[in-house]
């Protein structure tokens, strides 16, 4: 019996990508996003349709999570939604100081470029991840997922959601030993 990772409701995470570069980072944002419960992907730009043969979405998210070519990367996004950029550019708040709401769609751009100021214009806030240096788009999309699931009050950390997670292959557990003192 699997026990789903309870987080802040799915059916309000949303994630937009500006012109994603690579059919290998939509897969993997795919993963992420089945595996931190966002619901919908609207992605722009016409690269990703040229490259989608080579997808990598090795857990089949697509097939739970709408994929959708848009002109605007806000389309279908009810008004009540948060529109958060996440990018590099001064003036942006720090990840670590951010509170996440519950109905919110996050917007990264490409990687070899950069989410247009009319967009970040339409944004309620703006965000950046603390690093040295810039992260691909899956790795960003990872670590913004996590952290709006680790932040949430419904998480639960248990044994149940690890066996519920993992891969088929991997059945192994921490070696019980006794405490000497």
């Known amino acids: 019996m699997s026990i789903p990772i309870k987080s802040l ?3 309000q995470c949303y994630i937009g990508l ?4 690579s059919p290998t980072n939509v ?3 795919l993963r992420a996003a089945g595996c931190y419960g966002a619901s919908r992907i609207n992605y722009t730009g016409q690269r990703y349709d040229n490259a989608r043969r080579f997808s990598t979405d090795t857990k089949h998210a697509s097939q739970h999570i709408p994929l959708q070519r848009v002109e605007d990367v806000f389309d279908n996004i009810d008004d009540s939604v948060r529109k958060v950029a996440i990018e590099l ?4 708040v720090p990840l670590p100081h951010y509170q996440h709401h519950d109905a919110t769609m996050y917007v990264f751009g490409p990687e070899d470029g950069t989410i247009p100021q009319s967009v970040l214009d339409r944004c309620d806030d703006i965000l950046y991840v603390p690093t040295k240096g ?3 788009l899956a790795a960003t999309v990872n670590v913004l997922l996590y952290d709006r699931m680790a932040k949430s009050t419904d998480t639960q950390y248990c044994d149940s959601v690890i066996r519920a997670s993992r891969d088929t292959n991997n059945r192994t557990a921490v070696a ?3 405490r000497s003192d």
């Open 176 to 178: 019980k030993t006794k």
């Open 9 to 11: 409701s799915p059916a």
């Open 134 to 136: 810039c992260m691909n």
């Open 27 to 29: 897969g993997a944002v």
């Open 89 to 92: 550019v001064e003036g942006a």
């Open 18 to 21: 500006i012109n994603p570069k």
